[in-house]
T-cell receptor, first 115, second 113 residues
Framework: GDSVTQTEGPVTVSESESLIINCTYS????????LFWYVRYPGEGLQLLLK?????QKGSSRGFEATYNKETTSFHLQKASVQESDSAVYYC????????????FGGGTRLTVRP | EAAVTQSPRSKVAVTGGKVTLSCHQT?????MYWYRQDTGHGLRLIHY???????EKGDIPDGYKASRPSQENFSLILELASLSQTAVYFC????????????FGPGTRLTVL
């Protein structure tokens, strides 16, 4: 079946350091995967951070970037300089281009940024 | 204003009891979903619905029922709650068009004792 594997947390970095959270996927039943990064801040629901629906393309938001690499089946999340406000749980997710298709989530990576 | 709301936000239930979790969306979306998250694990799909009065099974439907009485409302029902159903439950909605993001509620923390 379809699956998503991402960096196990918790991850702790200092403010202004760089960050990479790895995400790899297996899309055995999806012809055209869509890839997402969601973030969950304390006390809130998941919200979309960025998405990419075309292989080879890069998505970016709030200083975060992720490139959809079909060859390595990866969608790693990167940020050059993190801030304390980036502390949250990050989820990589795999979707289908079909209408209303479900998302397959990775286990989530809890990030703590030290001031 | 939050577009997807859930109630209650937390609940303690007894084993064998009935639990109903409610979700309301103001996004005018056709699709609604129920996920559960266990500590250290990703979200897993329980049930979803693409139209009122119809529900579909997700990946882990056993022990759960769903009800979609209107486009805005989607409930998750645990007829006989069990210890293994202790988790955080998230509701989400999305447009009919493929590839669209899902919009999530804040979650309901359910503890079954």
């Amino acid at each position: 079946g379809d699956s998503v594997t991402q960096t196990e947390g918790p991850v702790t970095v200092s403010e202004s350091e760089s960050l990479i959270i790895n995400c790899t996927y297996s899309a055995t039943s999806i012809a055209y995967p869509n890839l997402f990064w969601y973030v969950r801040y304390p006390g809130e629901g998941l919200q979309l951070l960025l998405k990419v629906i075309t292989a080879g393309q890069k998505g970016s938001s709030r200083g975060f970037e992720a490139t959809y690499n079909k060859e390595t089946t990866s969608f790693h999340l990167q940020k050059a300089s993190v801030q304390e406000s980036d502390s949250a749980v990050y989820y990589c997710a795999l979707g289908d281009n079909n209408a209303g298709a479900k998302l397959t989530f990775g286990g989530g990576t809890r990030l703590t940024v030290r001031p | 204003e939050a577009a997807v709301t859930q109630s209650p936000r937390s609940k303690v239930a007894v084993t064998g009891g009935k639990v109903t979790l409610s979700c309301h969306q103001t996004n005018n979306h056709d699709y609604m979903y129920w996920y559960r998250q266990d500590t250290g694990h990703g979200l897993r799909l329980i049930h979803y619905s693409y139209v009122a009065d119809s529900t579909e099974k997700g990946d882990i439907p056993d022990g759960y029922k769903a009800s979609r009485p209107s486009q805005e409302n989607f409930s998750l029902i645990l007829e006989l709650a069990s210890l293994s159903q202790t988790a955080v439950y998230f509701c989400a909605s999305s447009e009919r068009t493929g590839g669209r993001e899902q919009y999530f509620g804040p979650g309901t923390r359910l503890t079954v004792l």
